[in-house]
């Protein structure tokens, strides 16, 4: 557990900014190459003292998890998608160094809304989708060394884990269970992870997955920024993995008679129980919310006029980025402390020239 003022090499632990069920969230400072202070952010996993990290019988164990993303996002440089610095352990404790944003993700953006009564516009649900699809189509088409398509699968798209900065930025997150077809720990069938509520029906069966999977999955958030309700909202586990399996929900029309048949089209297709009739590529899915969204003219900035409604003052320092890790970083204080410690060998030197000057004269 990491304490705020804490110091773990050129990062200082802020504070706790959030908890997930295998890992805390601490906002860090630091400072980069040119002496000035940025956020980042530490996930730090929480550790079972009963599961041992040597044990290959482990490998979808909450450590895998985390280092699994830290090297999944590691490979992915593209805006849509959070970045990934580092991988390291404090004493046996490992956490991943990531990009901060100041700002809220999209479930929290949801209950705004729903607190206030309202509904999301129209090109704001798309243009959040259009957004995390571009992201997701990024990562789907990676490849390895020999130019193999990795068929690289998040598995678990959803409002949480789509963030928004204040200057509009739209980025998914937490890749901790994405899997490639070419992992040596690929996920084995029967075993399903993910959230359920927005499951693609192969995902709740256990079947292999492909990133057909992704398009369900952001379908369901599209359905619900756009609808203000959950695709699936019950909450018997019992129910809900039997609505999941067959993809049984009320039409996006019956909740919000006013969408345009445009985006219901492209959320049916997204939605549809047979993969083979849905989207055949995260590309696919941006060219149509792209071609909806052309009228509307939306854009970075028009996004981020809407959520300054929305978001808190801010309280965080300026953020890190790539470029700061691959010229180096430094403690907050480092410079500092630099500076003291030229100021007193100066005033060493002076001293000790003043002393040489007084003997000289004295002879």
């Not at 890749?175 to 069938?189: D, E, H, R």
């Not at 297709?269 to 919310?289: W, Y």
Request: proline share 6%; net charge negative.
């Amino acid at each position: 557990m990491l304490n705020p003022f804490q110091q773990i090499g050129p990062y200082q632990v802020v504070k706790k900014i959030g908890s997930g069920g295998n890992a805390d969230i601490f906002l860090a400072h630091c400072q980069n190459h040119a002496g000035h202070h940025k956020s980042i952010v530490l996930k730090c996993l929480k550790i079972d003292d009963n599961i041992s990290p040597d044990n290959d019988e482990n490998l979808d164990t909450p450590e895998h998890q985390l280092q699994n993303e830290a090297e999944t996002l590691a490979k992915l440089n593209h805006p849509n998608i959070i970045a990934i610095f580092d991988f390291a352990y404090l004493v046996n404790t490992p956490f991943i160094v990531m990009e901060y944003l100041d700002g809220e993700d999209c479930h929290q953006l949801l209950e705004y809304h729903r607190q206030q009564g309202r509904l999301m516009p129209f090109e704001i649900a798309a243009y959040i989708a259009a957004c995390a699809a571009a992201g997701l189509n990024y990562a789907h088409r990676q490849t390895d060394a020999n130019g193999n398509n990795l068929n690289l699968v998040h598995r678990d798209i959803s409002p949480r884990n789509i963030f928004f900065s204040r200057q509009g930025d739209v980025k998914i997150a937490d890749f901790g269970i994405a899997k490639s077809t070419l992992s040596k720990n690929a996920t084995q069938f029967g075993n399903i992870k993910g959230n359920f509520g927005y499951m693609s029906p192969e995902q709740a069966w256990g079947d292999r997955l492909d990133p057909r999977a992704d398009i369900f999955s952001l379908g369901a958030v599209l359905y619900e920024c756009t609808t203000n309700s959950p695709i699936y909202p019950q909450d018997n586990l019992a129910v809900l993995i039997d609505s999941v399996r067959i993809a049984k929900f009320t039409p996006a029309y019956e909740l919000r008679p006013d969408t345009p048949h445009t985006l219901l089209a492209i959320i049916t297709k997204s939605l549809d129980v047979d993969k083979k009739q849905r989207f055949q590529s995260a590309a696919e899915l941006h060219a149509a919310l792209q071609t909806f969204l052309n009228p509307y003219q939306m854009n970075q900035q028009r996004f981020m006029s809407y959520l300054q409604q929305f978001l808190q003052p801010a309280d965080s320092l300026p953020t890190c980025n790539r470029t700061d890790f691959q010229r180096g970083l430094h403690p907050p204080m480092a410079n500092n402390h630099r500076n003291l410690w030229l100021l007193l060998i100066l005033l060493i030197l002076l001293i000790l020239t003043a002393t040489a000057v007084l003997i000289i004269l004295s002879l």
